[in-house]
DNA sequence: AATCTGAGCGTACACTTGTAAGCTAAAATA
DNA sequence: TATTTTAGCTTACAAGTGTACGCTCAGATT
């Protein structure tokens, strides 16, 4: 059991999937790939793909799996910067756009199946999200003065702000770009404000 | 010249629209619809579909516009509902997630191709909900006290979030979609007050 | 050493797709 | 009334799709 066979099947597997992210683009979705296609440029036969998974859909799912992988690498950096002295909306939105620059594919997925027509795919990118909401949620929660409650709804709206940010950095570039990071920047001031400012209240109604 | 003929053209023209329109789904957007089965609802034979439109993309492009159309009758409505008498923001909550439930197919539409595979679909979407957020803008800018970018920037966070929850939407029913819409309309408040406590710092500072 | 397993292949088939070409007949025009 | 225009039709084709079936032969197992 050395696993010469085992590990040259991993690796025409990852081939696939590193196929199918390759033919992602801003006009090729996944639901236009095709199973010969990603086979093709995998550099194996059409029926061979099955040999290492069901369908496509079963494809997508694990390239979604990888993407949220990359999002959850990315958040961890960004705590990183964070800790060693960077402002929390900035730091956070800038390499949030880096994530769209360097993995503009992954994130394509993870945008256009949020709202694609398999439901599976809607959730397993519902799901990927709502760690990073989770995540951000807990931090609002120990580092701020507010409850599990506020805490969700202010991260929740955050992470949509910046989500949805990035899906319009997309198609821009330059000054336009900076203008939209600016823009997104002070939404998140915007919430960050409100939100302490709703808890001050309450806490005075209360006191 | 009675129109006789062009009336008629005017009517499969329509009933292609509507056939398009009525094959979207939860699991079915505008790219899975074929030319043949588009043409086939609404009762021409596949070449036909050419006397209307020149491709399935000028079809498309004319059924974003008319699903702005209803968007922009909804805004009235919603200014109408709020003029006399309610909350602005629950009240706008509310009459978007009700053109989530009476017209979800043109709603899926823009929400899908707004991040779809077309440059020109995106450019389209992009345009009708820009529509909707100059609007708010220009509410906010002579209804609260803030300048023009103050107005635009938070104009652009509550469509967005509010579009986002829409979006949600699509997929729960019942009390799920009740706290979600609660949220978002915190998040709404969250966003007005936020902005309107920056607007009263900036005053202060100049002062 | 003998046997089994399974990744990858080639062939084949039944479908669906977009659309080109040319016809028909009814409405519009002159 | 004679002519032109055109919405819709039928037929036809080439290209691409998913996948069933059965083979091979290198690696794993016994």
Known sequence: MSGVRAQQKQKTRQALIEAAFNQLSADHSFSNLSLREVAREAGIAPTSFYRHFKDMNELGLTMVDEAGLTLRQLMRQARRRIASGGSVITTSVVTFMEFIDNSSNQFRLLLRERSGTSKAFRAAVAREIKHFILELAHYLESETPCNASQAYIQAEAMVTLVFNAGAEALDIEG???????????WQLRYITRGASNYVRENKTDSA
């Open 175 to 185: 000054q336009q770009r900076d203008e939209l990071v600016e823009r997104v920047i």
